[in-house]
């Protein structure tokens, strides 16, 4: 019996302390702890972050008075092209998924770790080659096709595509493989008690996600691979001169990369899932409509690439019939919103960061959200395709929705992560000049582009002068709140007031271990008996 | 100082068959997602030029592609048959279908590397002046077979490897190395030996003092080699590495008449 108190009393190292076989940096590198993986995903994202935001500012500072401010035309092409593949494939494709996901799905679960951890290690080496190649790309003539590839251009070009198009190639291999482990993660390591919808809806997102990044990566995979073998050997699959149709690399192109949108934005709606009801201190509205809703946008995500397309030579009644399945995808969203609304009715709302930013995403989102539908419309979609409407609309879902998520994530999970409290006031800051800057810079980028301005293009007409100056103005503001953030996360993990093991009063079992967690999650796996967001306990009555 | 013993192999890695299977199918459904992009195109391209297909089917060697197919399905049954004699704890026989397995795969790529090289040389390749000559839809179609069996011979080659590693482990003298847990290995630093002790509670051997030095522990446990001893974990990697063969086996199937007999 000795033996036991020794157990008890024994402070045991949480998961940064750990030293492992190697010291320093390898055992960080080569750890397959899934949450020194999922700090190593969110330390290489952010860098990327930092340089594509830097490539977006400078883009839009070009814009800024009419003819060349900067730079010239054909440097203006690859910062936009490189401003895309840094934020699509090495920002937010791995996302939410590859940081939180890693990091919290198994302990949400119930889990010490992924079902493959040494898996989940490569995955994130592959992500590190991927990168590697992409930065050799760039520095050997980087590709000046914007992220789409589309040939026959991405052919022709004399940049140097092909890096730039395995580097893709690379990364979604790594996303493929993270979207594996955690299938099957979900389907065998979930602790005793923990049925289906006992899961958070976190869980429910990721599950989702990792269907969507198993089920539609494979195929963007063998088009870019189609594009290497076009550009090396001469296998012109899609080249019309060897009897190749353009237009069906289009198809391959977006039967990924759509349903790829709503594997960024599912974690996203998780997160938000997740913060709602902590700080409405209530179980969330419609637990199961959220939970099948996320599997049900993954489904009809999967059928709607068409609408990429309109103008590009489909057929009249693909394009009906892709008009509506899109306009179907609004009704699994619509589902989560009004369930998050009603869950903050009549809820004891604390107002915290976290909140803060979930309420920012529903805002941007639901912006977003319309204005996509407005996208799915054919008549109008004819007259805004390839304008300032369509890149404004897809920023308000993807950074406005998804990556304001991931903020408000970073506030929420930072004291479970690393045992540290963020600074509440310069947040706020960052927070309000976000939220300022973000709409300046893209609702004016949506009005442009109903009246006419195209994407792409370097530079613009007189009528729209007025609307790229505020644009402009308001990226600043929203650089300014982005970097005033990260320094300030970046002051808090280092030197942050200590944090409580339960800050927020959670109830998902992240927040019934200490912070920053053990090596091993749980030193029992935990046997679960209630659903994920039970705050009050049950009362019986006599 | 009272002395306790405890159990300090922690499993970090447990094997669970199922999960592994999972992941193994999942995997093999990205590969044929892999491969249906180009069934996609095949197929958009075979409807476009009905004709030129038939003709260009033509130049194929039947008798090769036959060949390679009969070599295909017979190492698939090889690798059942390797599978089904693990289980029975015949390694000795696991591994020589696991070989034989592994020979025709070989053989396969043999016969395409001749009829590669046979096309090459009579100058149809993507690019070459020959095949330009030719119409558009011969064009595509020599594009997709060299596009689509390249690929698919690609992953014969990495399906032969993927095989030999499973037959060096199975060939191995087995060994289980298991990780001691960090955390109760804490506890020991500096104030601890490690024993190996029997069921009875007899001391077999006293292995090691932990000092504070000493960060890590693994216990690597070495079997007698006996014929018919095998570590568990191999079967599993050969069911899944026998999955993988089988997929490129059932491509071959579809790419077979696709090619070669549609003339």
């Given at each position: 019996?000795a033996?036991?108190?020794?157990?008890?009393?024994t402070?045991?190292?949480?998961?940064?302390?750990?030293?492992?076989?190697?010291?320093?940096?390898?055992?960080?590198?080569?750890?397959?702890?899934?949450?020194?993986?999922?700090?190593?995903?969110?330390?290489?994202?952010f860098?990327?972050?930092?340089?594509?935001?830097?490539?977006?500012?400078?883009?839009?500072?070009?814009q800024?008075?009419?003819?060349?401010?900067?730079?010239?035309?054909?440097?203006?092409?690859?910062?936009?092209?490189?401003?895309?593949?840094?934020?699509?494939?090495?920002?937010i494709?791995?996302?939410?998924?590859?940081?939180?996901g890693?990091?919290?799905?198994?302990?949400?679960?119930?889990?010490?770790?992924?079902?493959?951890?040494r898996?989940n290690?490569?995955?994130?080496?592959?992500?590190?080659i991927?990168?590697?190649?992409?930065?050799?790309?760039?520095?050997?003539?980087?590709?000046?096709?914007?992220?789409?590839?589309?040939?026959?251009?991405?052919?022709?070009?004399?940049?140097?595509?092909?890096?730039?198009?395995?580097?893709?190639?690379?990364?979604?291999?790594?996303?493929?493989?993270?979207?594996?482990?955690?299938?099957?993660?979900?389907?065998?390591?979930?602790?005793?008690?923990?049925?289906?919808?006992?899961?958070?809806l976190?869980v429910?997102?990721?599950?989702?996600?990792?269907?969507?990044?198993?089920l539609?990566?494979?195929?963007?995979?063998?088009?870019?691979?189609?594009?290497?073998?076009?550009?090396?050997?001469?296998?012109?699959?899609?080249?019309?001169?060897l009897?190749?149709?353009?237009?069906?690399?289009?198809?391959?192109?977006?039967?990924?990369?759509?349903?790829a949108?709503?594997?960024?934005?599912l974690?996203?709606?998780?997160?938000?899932?997740?913060?709602?009801?902590?700080?409405?201190?209530?179980?969330?509205?419609?637990?199961k409509?959220?939970?099948y809703?996320?599997?049900?946008?993954?489904?009809?995500?999967?059928?709607?690439?068409?609408?990429?397309?309109?103008?590009?030579?489909?057929?009249y009644?693909a394009?009906?019939?892709?008009?509506?399945?899109?306009?179907?995808?609004?009704?699994p969203?619509?589902?989560?919103?009004?369930?998050?609304?009603a869950?903050?009715?009549?809820?004891s709302?604390?107002?915290?960061?976290?909140?803060l930013?979930?309420?920012?995403?529903?805002f941007?989102?639901?912006?977003?959200?319309?204005?996509?539908?407005?996208?799915?419309?054919?008549?109008?979609?004819?007259?805004?395709?390839?304008?300032?409407f369509?890149?404004?609309?897809?920023?308000?879902?993807?950074?406005?929705?998804?990556?304001?998520?991931?903020f408000?994530?970073?506030?929420?999970w930072?004291?479970k992560?690393?045992?540290?409290?963020?600074?509440?006031?310069?947040?706020?800051?960052?927070?309000?000049?976000?939220?300022?800057?973000?709409?300046?810079?893209?609702?004016?980028?949506?009005?442009?582009g109903?009246?006419?301005?195209?994407?792409?293009?370097?530079?613009?007409l007189?009528?729209?002068?007025?609307?790229?100056?505020?644009?402009?103005?308001?990226?600043?503001?929203?650089?300014?709140?982005?970097?005033?953030?990260?320094?300030?996360?970046?002051?808090?993990?280092?030197?942050?007031?200590?944090?409580?093991?339960?800050?927020w009063?959670?109830?998902?079992?992240?927040?019934?271990?200490?912070?920053?967690?053990?090596?091993?999650?749980?030193?029992?796996?935990?046997q679960?008996?209630?659903?994920p967001y039970?705050?009050?306990?049950?009362?019986?009555?006599? | 100082?009272?002395?306790?013993?405890?159990?300090?192999?922690?499993h970090?890695h447990?094997?669970?068959?199922?999960?592994?299977?999972?992941?193994?199918?999942?995997?093999l459904?990205?590969?044929?997602l892999l491969?249906?992009?180009?069934?996609?195109?095949?197929?958009v391209?075979r409807?476009?030029?009905?004709?030129d297909?038939?003709?260009?089917?033509t130049?194929?060697d039947?008798?090769?592609?036959?060949v390679?197919?009969?070599?295909?399905?017979?190492?698939?049954?090889?690798?059942?048959?390797?599978?089904?004699?693990?289980?029975?704890?015949?390694?000795?026989?696991?591994?020589?279908?696991l070989?034989?397995?592994?020979?025709?795969?070989?053989?396969?790529?043999?016969?395409?590397?001749?009829?590669?090289?046979h096309?090459?040389?009579?100058?149809?390749?993507?690019?070459?002046?020959?095949?330009?000559?030719?119409?558009?839809?011969?064009?595509?179609?020599?594009?997709l077979?060299?596009?689509?069996?390249?690929?698919?011979?690609?992953?014969?080659?990495?399906g032969?490897?993927?095989?030999?590693?499973?037959?060096?482990?199975?060939?191995?003298?087995?060994?289980?190395?298991?990780?001691?847990?960090?955390?109760?290995?804490?506890?020991?630093?500096?104030?601890?030996?490690?024993?190996?002790?029997?069921?009875?509670?007899?001391?077999?051997?006293t292995?090691?003092?932990?000092?504070?030095d000493?960060?890590?522990?693994?216990?690597r446990?070495?079997?007698?080699?006996?014929?018919?001893?095998?570590?568990?974990?191999?079967?599993i990697?050969?069911?899944?590495?026998?999955?993988?063969?089988?997929?490129?086996?059932?491509?071959?199937?579809?790419?077979?008449?696709l090619?070669?007999?549609?003339?």
């Open positions: 019996m033996s036991h108190a020794i157990v008890e009393t402070h045991e190292e949480n998961y940064l302390q750990y030293k492992g076989r190697h010291g320093g940096l390898w055992s960080w590198i080569f750890s397959t702890d899934h949450k020194r993986i999922g700090i190593l995903y969110m330390i290489g994202m860098a990327f972050f930092v340089v594509a935001i830097t490539l977006g500012l400078l883009m839009r500072l070009e800024l008075t009419m003819g060349p401010t900067i730079m010239q035309p054909s440097t203006y092409n690859k910062v936009f092209t490189l401003h895309g593949v840094i934020m699509i494939f090495l920002f494709v791995p996302g939410i998924t590859a940081t939180f890693n990091f919290f799905l198994p302990i949400q679960i119930g889990a010490k770790d992924v079902a493959f951890p898996l290690l490569f995955s994130w080496w592959l992500y590190v991927g990168a590697v190649t992409a930065l050799v790309a760039v520095f050997t003539g980087m590709a000046d096709t914007g992220w789409t590839f589309y040939v026959p251009y991405s052919v022709r070009t004399g940049t140097n595509v092909t890096l730039a198009v395995l580097a893709a190639f690379i990364l979604g291999f790594s996303s493929i493989l993270t979207g594996l482990n955690f299938v099957t993660t979900v389907h065998r390591m979930r602790a005793p008690g923990m049925g289906w919808f006992r899961m958070p976190f429910w997102g990721l599950y989702a996600t990792a269907w969507i990044q198993v539609a990566t494979p195929v963007v995979g063998i088009t870019l691979l189609l594009i290497i073998l076009e550009r090396t050997l001469g296998i012109g699959i899609f080249d019309p001169a009897g190749g149709d353009p237009i069906l690399y289009q198809h391959l192109f977006w039967i990924y990369s759509h349903p949108v709503y594997l960024m934005v974690p996203g709606m998780g997160v938000v899932s997740e913060i709602i009801p902590t700080f409405a201190r209530r179980n969330i509205f419609g637990y409509a959220i939970a809703s996320s599997v049900g946008i993954a489904l009809v995500g999967t059928l709607v690439w068409g609408h990429h397309m309109y103008t590009s030579g489909q057929s009644t394009a009906v019939v892709f008009s509506f399945l899109t306009f179907l995808v609004a009704i969203t619509a589902i989560k919103v009004f369930n998050w609304v869950t903050l009715y009549k809820g709302i604390r107002v915290e960061l976290p909140l930013y979930a309420m920012a995403f529903i941007h989102f639901s912006i977003g959200g319309f204005t996509g539908l407005m996208n799915a419309a054919i008549s109008v979609d004819v007259h805004i395709h390839d304008t300032y369509v890149v404004g609309h897809f920023h308000y879902t993807m950074f406005g929705g998804t990556v304001f998520a991931m408000g994530a970073l506030y929420y930072l004291p992560m690393f045992g540290r409290m963020y600074g509440q006031k310069i947040g706020i800051t960052a927070f309000v000049l976000q939220v300022i800057g973000f709409n300046m810079l893209y609702f004016t980028m949506m009005v442009m109903y009246m006419g301005m195209p994407r792409r293009y370097y530079d613009h007189p009528q729209f002068h007025d609307g790229h100056i505020i644009a402009t103005v308001g990226s600043w503001f929203l650089v300014a709140g982005l970097f005033l953030m990260i320094g300030n996360l970046v002051w808090s993990v280092f030197k942050g007031a200590k944090a409580e093991d339960n800050p009063g959670g109830t998902t079992l992240e927040w019934q271990i200490p912070s920053p967690p053990p090596l091993e999650n749980f030193d029992k796996i935990p679960v008996e209630r659903g039970e705050h009050t306990p049950v009362e019986v009555s006599k | 100082m009272s002395q306790h013993t405890e159990s300090v192999v922690a970090k447990p094997s669970d068959f199922v999960g592994a299977k999972i992941g193994m199918w999942l995997f459904f990205t590969e044929v491969f249906g992009g180009l069934f996609l195109l095949y197929a391209y409807a476009k030029y009905p004709v297909f038939h003709l260009a089917a130049e194929l039947t008798f090769i592609g036959t390679n197919t009969l070599l295909l399905l017979t190492s698939s049954l090889t690798v059942v048959l390797s599978i089904e004699a693990l289980q029975r704890g015949n390694r000795k026989l696991s591994i020589g279908m070989a034989t397995t592994i020979l025709f795969g070989l053989g396969f790529m043999v016969n395409k590397y001749f009829e590669w090289g096309k090459i040389e009579h100058g149809l390749y993507p690019g070459s002046e020959k095949l330009l000559s030719h119409s558009q839809g011969e064009i595509t179609f020599f594009q077979y060299y596009a689509m069996t390249g690929l698919h011979g690609l992953h014969v080659l990495v032969m490897a993927v095989l030999g590693g499973v037959l060096y482990f199975i060939a191995r003298k087995p060994v289980n190395k298991e990780h001691m847990n960090p955390t109760i290995l804490r506890r020991f630093q500096g104030a601890a030996r490690l024993a190996v002790i029997s069921d009875n509670g007899n001391e077999l051997g292995v090691a003092r932990i000092d504070e000493v960060r890590n522990i693994d216990i446990i070495s079997y007698e080699h006996g014929e018919k001893r095998f570590d568990p974990r191999n079967l990697k050969l069911e899944n590495s026998a999955l993988y063969w089988h997929l490129v086996d059932v491509i071959w199937i579809f790419l077979f008449p090619f070669y007999l549609i003339t």
